[in-house]
Nanobody, 124 residues
Framework: QVQLVESGGGLVQAGGSLRLSCAASGLTFSMYSLGWFRQAPGTEREFAAAISWSGGSTNYADSMKGRFTISRDNAKNTVYLQMNNLKPEDTAVYYC?????????????????WGQGTQVTVSS
């Protein structure tokens, strides 16, 4: 059974940083590309960042470029999202997702497995 468990969310002031982690089990981690998405109340789930199976290729939503960094540790079966210079509009539940393909993707339909999410709240 595949499980993705996010952690690291919380409350932070604007301009602060958080590092999200997502630990995976039940899959051959190195054969999956991974993504982070987020969903604010009343909105659709949106793409944040994605990383290929090796970590050699990454992709970001425009609003997160230069502030967010996605990385992975295949030895630890974990993907990370480093978030810097956080803004109140970054407030959302953040989800990690795994895609049974080595190459990254940006849409929710491309991903096979999802975590339960972790809340990030940025105060002004």
């Amino acid at each position: 059974q595949v499980q993705l468990v996010e952690s690291g969310g919380g409350l932070v002031q604007a301009g602060g940083s958080l590092r999200l982690s997502c630990a995976a089990s039940g899959l051959t981690f190195s054969m999956y590309s991974l993504g982070w998405f987020r969903q604010a109340p009343g909105t659709e789930r949106e793409f944040a960042a994605a990383i290929s199976w090796s970590g050699g290729s990454t992709n970001y939503a425009d609003s997160m470029k230069g502030r967010f960094t996605i990385s992975r540790d295949n030895a630890k079966n974990t993907v990370y999202l480093q978030m810097n210079n956080l803004k109140p509009e970054d407030t959302a539940v953040y989800y990690c997702a795994a895609r049974g393909d080595r190459y990254r993707a940006r849409t929710t339909n491309d991903y096979d497995f999802w975590g339960q999410g972790t809340q990030v709240t940025v105060s002004s």
